[in-house]
């Protein structure tokens, strides 16, 4: 045999025995959700209401956070009628510090102990970046990147007396590709991304494993929530289109589903959705290529308008097609009395 093929071979054994080990231990780490206490922020509608949804079928004991109470309590309700073991609906503010020690402290003293932490609250601010002020900045690091940290500083020490836990940080592919038009829900994704993989060197020899999610934009109807700037009605329809159209935008159930599997198996990081897979590894291998592409994309954006003053998504006439806000799944609100039409 000629020293080429050995090397082939021996590289093809080396691939095999290194993915065989990783089924290995990802089948020793595996839980299943069924009687583990599970915290979810911003579990009131959208995404964070079908990481809760999916966790009650599968039998977990949830606590259930997020600012709204009027959802919430609708979310408490729907989660027993799911197949929840338990619910219990705390509102949280997540950018109050004391207010996420509490929800730890309460999950804890209720059940116990806590086995799992989902940090899924979120804002988005959309407009150019000539729009936006520290204020902005400051706003969307205080709930997506400094929610999360609070949380979780908060649940590790109960954690570590286990000897076990689960954190879950759903985080953007905007935390890997930097997105034009979306400099504060970047950047705090960004920072969120660092602290998960600093966490989860960290806190390996510990027993707790922490998950970074990663999803494309995601079909839950997030455009009417999200503050918009600049050109209001352009930059609305734009965020709208990409938030709503099958293909470019990821089923939410199908971010859940993979967030739970990824959780579950103690994974590092969760690419969900083709086109964040796709940005993700084009990014890694040309990181020069891509910024110059999205610099081009970029002055293609809308730019004329340069308001400051920030308008809910749900409050602007923008141009998003009624059979394409058809597409967002009707299951991301609550339903107080369990039942869906």
Not at 210 to 222: A, D, E, K
Not at 230 to 253: H, K, M, N, V
Request: neutral net charge; glycine residues 10%.
């Amino acid at each position: 045999m000629d020293l080429g093929r050995k090397v082939v071979l021996g590289s093809l054994a080396a691939v095999g025995a290194a993915w065989g080990a990783s089924r290995l231990l990802r089948a020793s780490r595996r839980i299943d959700l069924e009687d583990r206490v599970v915290i979810v922020t911003g579990a009131s509608t959208g995404h964070g209401l079908m990481v809760a949804r999916q966790a009650a079928n599968r039998g977990a004991r949830l606590v259930l956070a997020a600012r709204d109470p009027e959802n919430l309590y609708a979310a408490e309700v729907e989660m027993v009628h799911a197949g929840a073991r338990d619910v219990v609906a705390v509102p949280t503010d997540v950018t109050d510090r004391e207010q996420c020690q509490y929800l730890i402290d309460l999950a804890v003293q209720r059940h116990g102990r806590l086995d799992i932490l989902i940090n899924n609250a979120g804002i988005i601010t959309v407009g150019p970046m000539e729009t936006m002020t520290i204020l902005d900045i400051e706003d969307s690091l205080a709930t997506n990147f400094w929610g999360a940290v609070y949380c979780s500083m908060a649940a590790i020490p109960h954690m570590k007396r286990q000897r076990f836990g689960r954190i879950g940080n759903v985080i953007s592919i905007g935390g890997k590709v930097p997105t034009p038009h979306l400099l504060p829900y970047t950047s705090s994704k960004f920072a969120l991304a660092g602290f998960t993989q600093s966490l989860r060197t960290e806190l390996a020899k510990d027993g707790i494993l922490v998950t970074g999610i990663y999803p494309h934009l995601m079909r839950t109807g997030g455009h009417v929530h999200a503050w918009i700037k600049g050109d209001r009605e352009a930059e609305y329809t734009l965020f709208g289109l990409s938030d709503t159209i099958p293909g470019i935008s990821t089923p939410a159930e199908a971010v859940a589903s993979r967030l739970w599997r990824a959780v579950c198996d103690g994974e590092a990081e969760a690419i969900a959705g083709w086109p964040a897979a796709l940005a993700a590894k084009v990014h890694a291998l040309f990181p020069n290529a891509t910024a110059e592409v999205l610099a081009m994309v970029a002055r293609m954006l809308p730019s004329d308008d340069l308001s400051a003053v920030p308008v809910q998504g749900g409050h602007v006439s923008g141009q998003v097609p009624e059979w394409l806000s058809r597409q967002i799944p009707p299951g991301t609100r609550p339903v107080a009395d369990g039942k869906r039409s």
